[in-house]
């Protein structure tokens, strides 16, 4: 399937927990540290029990061995040197989240985004909180409550309380719940957020409903309206691969997960390689469209910028030359190259404007790894196989 967060805002588990705390939503004690000694020296201020926890823009973070409870000052030291040694997913761990450890009674799930199919705003409710919710859709599909909230009516009563129902909200904190998703849906709809998700939303030993993760995405088209917001734009991921990639003026780059690389010019173009791929097994791991006018130098760094992260075992090059010559593209693949030290196979498919042409460059290239196809099923196939 083609991404659907192109052109959001994807915060950090802290910045999100700002957000929540600014729309009254109670979250543990918590502090961000850049350096082992910091680390320490919150969990000193906040023992005896804390949380030591990666701050990347992915998931998987525990099981990565991004997240760590310890009991001491100096445990939480050698646990934020491991966790700060990590990339996970890609993305190299620069700070991490000291935060107090808290009584747990009960863990939920709850996600509220937006359901294009539908035109509304889905919320996702389940007693089984802390687990991936596509495991637990798998495994027990009647543990996963939806409600579809009509953006013109807005979130009603009796829809909060099937939400809470869904949870699994004991009698004595359903007052408490019931605000918690008041509050997360004002934050959802005041931010402009197309992402809300509490995984766990948990109940205390002492009753209390508590954010203990968070994962928000706002509409990075919508930060013009929001100023105050704007601010999580400058200070998110200033070392990850898509700041690189708006450097070099790549700026519709997208991680994603997966490990075919993905180069496409037109974003209609690139998400049906992105369905391609899907469809015969594989999983990309980009999205990156380098516009209809790209030049050999825009390919050139395209290509750079998706080898050096080394996460792909395999590249595919879909280019159809409409105002984009293919010799050009071509010539940008070539040298790449010849710039770069390739490890993997680089699949092209050009198609257009001097498609013959940039084909027979490709070609007298000579090159052990490139490999040219001719038709986007074929390209996908190809690069798909190399990853296995």
């Known amino acids: ?179 918690a998703v008041s509050r997360l849906y004002r934050l959802y709809i005041e931010a402009e957020a197309t992402l809300v998700e509490v995984n766990p939303l948990i109940v205390t030993g002492s009753g209390d409903v508590m954010a203990l993760d968070s994962k928000v995405s706002l509409d990075e088209s919508a930060l013009f309206r929001h100023p105050e917001l704007a601010v999580y734009a400058a200070r998110n991921g200033s070392d990850s691969q898509e700041s690189k990639a708006a450097e070099q003026g790549l700026s519709t780059f997208v991680r994603l997960d997966g490990d075919v690389g993905i180069i496409g010019n037109g974003a209609g173009l690139v998400m049906s390689t992105l369905d391609l791929v899907d469809q015969v097994g594989g999983r990309a791991a980009n999205f990156l469209d380098v516009g209809g006018g790209a030049d050999a130098k825009v390919l050139s760094s395209a290509l750079q910028l998706i080898l050096a992260d080394g996460r792909a075992k395999s590249v595919l090059v879909n280019i159809f030359g409409g105002i984009t010559r293919c010799d050009l593209v071509a010539e940008g693949v070539v040298d790449a190259l010849g710039a770069v030290e390739v490890k993997v196979p680089i699949v092209v498919r050009l198609a257009g404007t001097n498609a013959v042409e940039g084909r027979r460059i490709l070609s007298e290239a000579g090159h052990p790894m490139l490999v040219p196809v001719e038709t986007m099923l074929d390209g996908a196939e190809k690069a798909v196989e190399a990853t296995r």
Request: aromatic residues 4%; hydrophobic residues 45%.
């Open 1 to 179: 399937m083609a991404p659907d967060n192109l052109w959001h805002l994807d915060l950090l588990e802290y910045q999100g927990k700002e957000l929540f705390r600014r729309w009254g939503l109670a979250v543990p004690e918590g502090q961000v540290a850049r350096t082992p000694d910091a680390a320490a020296s919150a969990a000193r201020a906040m023992g005896p029990v804390v949380a030591v926890k990666a701050q990347v823009r992915t998931g998987g973070r525990g099981k990565a061995g991004g997240v760590k409870v310890v009991s001491s000052p100096e445990d939480a030291r050698t646990a934020a040197e491991a966790i700060l040694a990590l990339t996970i997913k890609g993305y190299p761990v620069l700070e991490v989240l000291v935060e107090a450890g808290v009584d747990i009674a009960q863990e939920s799930y709850f996600s509220i985004l937006l359901d294009r199919t539908t035109r509304t705003h889905l919320i996702i409710a389940s007693s089984k909180g802390g687990m991936d919710i596509e495991v637990v859709a798998a495994e027990t599909p009647k543990a996963i409550t939806r409600v579809a909230v009509d953006p013109l009516i807005g979130l009603q009563t009796f829809q909060v309380n099937k939400i809470l129902a869904g949870l699994g909200i004991p009698a004595a904190s359903r007052k408490q719940g019931a605000e």
